[in-house]
């Protein structure tokens, strides 16, 4: 008979322990649950700053760019009127000069036709 109580006594010790072990297993499952969701928590939230923090950046970098390009496009065109202006200033110089000189070609022709008339005048005479 107290072989039978020792086994009865060992085997509800058994069973005490497995229960009290089912339930340190089913709280260690519920803290491990709670983590999870506050990982996920936390990383929803930084991923959401993040996103916000890169958006103001980009409209920063698009507004920075946008002004350079504004300026380049002011530089850009004063020196296309600087160069137009120069241009111009030679042109007009180069066609003075091709005037004058168009002038004195002319009045030596004149010069000279009018010489060989007055030879040709001369010898039929």
Do not use: N
Request: net charge positive.
């Amino acid at each position: 008979m107290k072989y039978q109580l020792s086994l009865v006594v060992l085997a509800l010790a058994a069973f005490a322990y497995g229960q009290g072990a089912g339930t340190e297993m089913k709280d260690a499952a519920k803290d491990t649950a709670d983590a999870t969701k506050t990982a996920a928590k936390k990383t929803g939230h930084a991923t959401k700053k993040a996103a916000v923090k890169t958006a103001d950046a980009t409209t920063d970098a698009a507004k920075d760019t946008g002004d350079a390009t504004k300026t380049a496009a002011k530089k850009t065109g004063a020196a296309s009127e600087k160069a137009a202006d120069k241009t111009e200033d030679g042109t007009e110089k180069v066609a003075k000069k091709t005037g004058h000189g168009i002038k004195k070609g002319a009045k030596a022709v004149g010069h000279g036709v009018k010489k060989g008339t007055e030879k040709t005048v001369d010898a039929v005479k």
